[in-house]
């Protein structure tokens, strides 16, 4: 279309006037996932694992070779070999009231559940990429704080920020971009228009 209004004349193409706004999404209120936090509560979780690899190492007598760094590949072994324990000694797991879990049914369910948070901590952070943080109800919004209302309150709020050139009263460019200020924006956009 802009190639169309250029072509006609309606738009000289030596000039561009650039705004940009911030439009807040429509996603659920307390859906933030902040990097910063998952960061902190995925290098917990990373210790937890590597003491719980310890602690069943020496209770269960499982050869593991490690240098003091435990990886995915250990965590694996550590699980086939927990699992191949249950079967050669026999073990029912038990659920519910007043039934006592063994050690290895407690260790096994311990183990599942921080590989389970594992996993949900790594999909949060490729989610948000090189974002600080992100929508759980709209992936792509990020937080930013927005103008003030009538009350003077300035919030974060998921949103995007919107950018446009205008030429001859057109808009002739627009992008949508998920960073929070407009210094990151300028470039993308300029590259994007040529």
């Known amino acids: 279309m802009t190639e169309f209004l250029h072509y006609v004349g309606e738009i000289s193409g030596y000039a ?28 917990k979780l ?11 190492k020496e209770l269960y007598r499982i050869k593991l070779i490690y240098n003091n760094k435990v990886t995915m590949k250990h965590i694996k072994k550590l699980r086939k070999k927990l699992y191949a324990l249950k079967h050669e ?29 594992l996993k949900e901590y790594t999909q949060k952070l490729q989610i948000c990429g090189s974002r600080n943080s992100y929508s759980k109800t709209d992936n792509d919004a990020t937080f ?13 709020k998921a ?3 919107i950018q446009h050139g205008v030429d001859s009263e057109y808009i002739v460019w627009l992008t949508v971009s998920d960073q929070p200020t407009d210094t990151t924006t300028l470039i993308p956009f300029l590259k994007s228009m040529e």
């Open 89 to 117: 000694e026999n073990i029912e797991f038990v659920h519910g009231t007043e039934k006592r879990k063994t050690p290895l049914q407690r260790s096994i369910e311990t183990l599942e559940e921080y590989l389970d948070k």
């Open 46 to 56: 990373l210790v937890k694992l590597a003491n719980l690899v310890a602690s069943c």
């Open 16 to 43: 561009i006037f650039i705004d940009g706004t911030k439009i807040e999404a429509c996603v659920n209120k307390y859906t933030f996932v902040w990097r910063k936090s998952v960061t902190k509560s995925l290098e």
């Open 159 to 161: 949103g995007y920020n």
């Open 144 to 156: 930013i704080r927005m103008k003030e209302d009538a009350m003077g309150n300035s919030q974060l």
